[in-house]
C-alpha cells in the first residue's frame, strides 16, 4: 500500500475563501504531482516538482499555487476559491529504484473541493 | 512527443466474461506504458507497467496487457469478469526510463453486470 496523504478528503467553502490541500508521502521521493480530475474525466497535470525548492507548472493552467520546502510535503493553494475551482485534486509522487525514477505514479486517495 | 488514446470511453460486460480495454499511443521514444484503476472516490492504483522487458505483463486482481509495437497497442484483458472490477481505468504512456511526461488516456468505464 503506498504511503501518500491527502487531507482533507472533502470540503466545501464558500467563494472567497483560503484554502490549502495538504499532501504528504513517506516514501522519500523526489518528484511529485498535482493533479485536477473532473467527475468522470481525464486528469489534467497542473502542478508538479523535481525535489525540494522544486516547482513548476503543469499543462493545465491553475490559478492555484503550491511549495515544495520538505521532500514529504506538497501542498496547493487557493488564495481566493471560486466555483470553477470545483473539482478533484490527486496528489502523487514517482517510484524510484536504484535511485532512478521508475515512472510509476502513486496516489493519494484525492481531496474532493466543492466551492459555493 | 507522445499520445495515447483510449477507444473507447464506457465498456460493458457480463460477470464472468472476458474484458477488453483498448489502448493505442504514440511515442517517438521507447515508451513505458502503464494501466491505473480508479475506483469510486479513491486515487489511481498502479494494474500493471511494460518497461521493455517481456511484452505480455501481468498485473494484480488478474489483468494483463500485451505490448505489441506494430499496431502500437497495449490493450488490457482479463479472462473473467468481477463485480468488483467495476471502476475507471486510464491507459498512461511515458518515455522510458521514467521521464518527467506522462500522458494520461482519458480513461474507460468499466461496468460489470450480473
Known amino acids: 500500500e503506498a504511503d501518500i496523504y491527502q487531507t482533507p478528503r472533502y470540503l466545501v467553502i464558500g467563494t472567497g475563501k483560503k484554502i490549502t490541500l495538504e499532501c504528504s508521502q513517506t516514501?522519500?521521493?523526489?518528484?511529485m504531482y498535482w493533479y485536477q480530475q473532473d467527475p468522470g474525466m481525464e486528469l489534467h497535470l497542473i502542478h508538479y516538482?523535481?525535489?525540494?525548492?522544486?516547482?513548476e507548472k503543469g499543462d493545465l493552467s491553475s490559478e492555484s499555487t503550491v511549495s515544495r520546502i520538505r521532500t514529504e510535503h506538497f501542498p496547493l493553494t487557493l488564495e481566493s476559491a471560486r466555483p470553477s475551482h470545483t473539482s478533484q485534486y490527486l496528489c502523487?509522487?514517482?517510484?524510484?529504484?536504484?535511485?532512478?525514477?521508475?515512472?510509476?505514479?502513486?496516489f493519494g486517495e484525492g481531496s474532493r473541493l466543492t466551492v459555493l | 512527443a507522445q499520445s495515447v488514446t483510449q477507444l473507447d470511453s464506457h465498456v460493458s460486460v457480463s460477470e464472468g466474461t472476458p474484458v477488453l480495454l483498448r489502448c493505442n499511443y504514440s511515442?517517438?521514444?521507447?515508451?513505458?506504458l502503464f494501466w491505473y484503476v480508479q475506483h469510486p472516490n479513491k486515487g489511481l492504483q498502479l494494474l500493471l507497467k511494460?518497461?521493455?522487458?517481456?511484452?505480455l505483463v501481468k498485473g494484480i486482481n488478474g489483468f494483463e496487457a500485451e505490448f505489441k509495437k506494430s499496431e502500437t497497442s497495449f490493450h488490457l484483458t482479463k479472462p473473467s469478469a468481477h463485480m468488483s472490477d467495476a471502476a475507471e481505468y486510464f491507459c498512461?504512456?511515458?518515455?522510458?526510463?521514467?521521464?518527467?511526461?506522462?500522458?494520461f488516456g482519458t480513461g474507460t468505464q468499466l461496468k460489470v453486470e450480473l
Open positions: 502523487a509522487s514517482m517510484g524510484t529504484s536504484g535511485g532512478l525514477n521508475t515512472g510509476e505514479l502513486f
Open positions: 516514501m522519500g521521493h523526489d518528484k
Open positions: 516538482s523535481y525535489g525540494v525548492n522544486s516547482t
Open positions: 511515442s517517438s521514444y521507447s515508451p513505458s
Open positions: 511494460y518497461t521493455s522487458a517481456a511484452t
Open positions: 498512461v504512456v511515458s518515455l522510458t526510463g521514467g521521464g518527467n511526461k506522462l500522458t
